[in-house]
T-cell receptor, first 113, second 113 residues
Framework: DQQVKQNSPSLSVQEGRISILNCDYT??????FLWYKKYPAEGPTFLIS?????DKNEDGRFTVFLNKSAKHLSLHIVPSQPGDSAVYFC????????????FGPGTSLSVIP | GAVVSQHPSRVICKSGTSVKIECRSL??????MFWYRQFPKQSLMLMAT?????????EQGVEKDKFLINHASLTLSTLTVTSAHPEDSSFYIC?????????FGSGTQLSVL
């Protein structure tokens, strides 16, 4: 039973446009949500996070939105760049931002030049 | 630069042998480390939490006698896959928390023939 879902396995976006990656979760105990970026044969790298007391967090080109009532979050990347092409994992945890982090299946983003 | 070092990056072994994977925190102490595995095109699944100076905590369904974890120092955790079989072939990744963020090693691709 997946607690963190990413229903789009892949996404293609034109360079300069907005990329929107979606994530849904089922466990209402989650209070930290994170996005990680991963290249093949490498470990994930932290991108951005949001705690459940907020509904938006912005860091440069990356913005994460959280809708607690819908148990839904999204990552917006604008403008998208070819270097953003990677697999993006949505993740969640309860209690802390780093303990027993549960990952979604990932969305492969391709930014087309 | 990397804050978590994982070694080896790739290992091929015969069925029945044991394989040890090392995870080191660089320039910081980690009383807790996490071990994940990832099957192709699937999510990272938390296997166990490695605790310095005490027994590891395993997730449901993970055989502790199969996946031995030793966290002997504040900078080193090891995962030993004992009597490896082809179904153990996977991508194993360690992580360590630092300043409330989770940093990952570069992963180990294990192939059991």
């Amino acid at each position: 039973d997946q607690q963190v879902k990413q229903n789009s396995p892949s996404l293609s976006v034109q360079e300069g446009r907005i990329s929107i990656l979606n994530c849904d979760y089922t466990n209402s105990m989650f209070d930290y949500f994170l996005w990680y970026k991963k290249y093949p044969a490498e470990g994930p790298t932290f991108l951005i996070s949001i705690s459940s007391i907020k509904d938006k967090n912005e860091d440069g080109r990356f913005t994460v939105f959280l809708n607690k009532s819908a148990k839904h979050l999204s990552l917006h990347i604008v403008p998208s760049q070819p270097g953003d092409s990677a697999v993006y994992f949505c993740a969640a945890s309860a209690g802390t931002s780093y303990d027993k982090v549960i990952f979604g299946p990932g969305t492969s983003l391709s930014v087309i030049p | 630069g990397a804050v978590v070092s994982q070694h080896p990056s790739r290992v091929i072994c015969k069925s029945g042998t044991s394989v040890k994977i090392e995870c080191r925190s660089l320039d910081f102490q980690a009383t807790t480390m996490f071990w994940y595995r990832q099957f192709p095109k699937q999510s990272l699944m938390l296997m166990a939490t490695s605790n310095e100076g005490s027994k590891a905590t395993y997730e449901q369904g993970v055989e502790k006698d199969k996946f031995l974890i030793n966290h002997a120092s504040l900078t080193l955790s090891t995962l030993t896959v004992t009597s490896a079989h082809p179904e153990d072939s996977s991508f194993y990744i360690c992580s360590a928390p630092r300043r409330e963020k989770l940093f990952f090693g570069s992963g180990t691709q294990l192939s059991v023939l």
